[in-house]
């Protein structure tokens, strides 16, 4: 629950950079680098960290991430904030959308 370690080819910083930086906070979903291998930080993760951060997972998003096995596949793609803002009203509205049919139906 407080990350997701990937695995793959591993990110190189520039020559000379540190891979460690002044700690500041760390929210749900960025994308620490701490030794070439991301990790993605979920529901329990520190609040601070050192590490170089190169993104974000989005909101909108994140219930997948969370539900990913060892092994299997990510694919990251860059998207703006409102493109973010979008997919986050949309899953909102799709689950709002279930939960009515689920009182319709009496299921709930």
Avoid: H
């Amino acid at each position: 629950r407080m990350g997701c370690r990937l695995e793959g080819e591993p990110i190189a910083l520039r020559p000379g950079m540190n891979p460690n930086i002044v700690s500041d906070g760390v929210a749900m979903g960025c994308i620490q680098v701490p030794n070439g291998q991301p990790i993605v930080m979920m529901a329990d993760r520190q609040t601070t960290g050192g590490y170089v951060k190169l993104g974000a997972v989005i909101s909108a998003d994140l219930g997948r991430m969370a539900q990913k096995k060892p092994g299997d596949p990510v694919c990251f793609v860059q998207v703006t904030l409102e493109e973010a803002y979008y997919a986050r009203m949309e899953q909102r509205r799709l689950l709002c959308n279930l939960r009515q049919e689920l009182e319709d139906s009496g299921r709930w």
